[in-house]
């Protein structure tokens, strides 16, 4: 039988098959080959007791993709949560974010909470600075439940990482979406003994047919590991589009003359913001000591 890892906790894993949750032990081949199953891996399982649900997990398939931070295989896409005000957003975390995202081939939505304290004028601004980056903000209050139709339909189908800041109104967000959505979610939360609102481990969520979401602890810095300044621009969609439209190979984009990107800038095809950011990076990169 074929199922989803959906969290691994003492030796266990909880095994979603679209029915049920199994609780399975891991065959011993797995430490022999140092495998370590994920949250997210789609498994082979063998059925031992189907009234108690439980198992053993026989082989984990081929995974698309591994996250590190938080550990888990087989993202789609990642739902990152910001809020427009209280507190402000942080661009250049978010970006930081983003460009680690793109490293590893996820896209992004970008979703910012507390549109119910802001200006329209101020959600332009926000819209503005992701012009031509291919990132189409979302805006929603997770305090009047305003959005989250339009959120849901952006999971459904995909296991969907949910990150953010603390106090962006991340939990509040998937909270919502259990109470009106997710009722499933309540017998596979009695099986493995989870806190509704707690984020110690690692676990998705179920939420309908092949749709998961993977709540994850807040973070306030982003490190852009294992990025060097030469790929750097691959990892912002506005630049990459326009690579090898330069004057020169390996074009920075800081000070070449005939510089595509630079023009793109000063015509508002690209954010400013953005562009800053990219700068910033750049030259972070730049001094990072290598060892």
Known sequence: MKGKIIRGIGGFYYVHTGT???????????????????????????????????????????????????????????????????????????????????KQGISSILLFNKKDLVSEERMEEVRARYAGSGYRPVFFSALKKEGTEEILSLLKGRTTTVAGPSGVGKSSLINILQDERFMETGA?????????????????????????????PGFSSVELLGVEKEELGAYFPEIR??????????????????????????????GEGRYENYRIFYEELKARRKY
């Open 20 to 102: 049920q949750i199994y609780e399975c032990k891991a065959k011993g081949i797995f430490r022999k080959d140092n495998i370590r199953p994920l949250p997210g891996d789609f498994a082979e399982i063998a059925v031992l007791d189907e009234e108690k649900g439980l198992g053993n997990l026989e082989q984990i398939l081929p995974r698309k993709n591994v996250l590190i931070r938080p550990a888990v295989a087989n993202v789609d896409q990642a739902l990152v949560i910001f809020a427009l005000a209280s507190p402000k957003p942080n661009f250049n975390l978010l970006d930081r974010f983003l460009v680690m995202m793109e």
């Open 188 to 216: 596979i939360s009695e099986k493995i003994e989870r806190g509704r609102h707690t984020t110690r481990h690692t676990e998705l969520l179920y939420v309908e047919k092949d749709t998961y979401i993977l709540d994850t």
């Open 241 to 270: 589009k326009r690579e090898g439209m330069c004057r020169f190979a390996g074009c920075t984009h800081l000070t070449e003359p005939d510089c595509m990107v630079r023009r793109a800038l000063s015509e508002g095809e690209i």
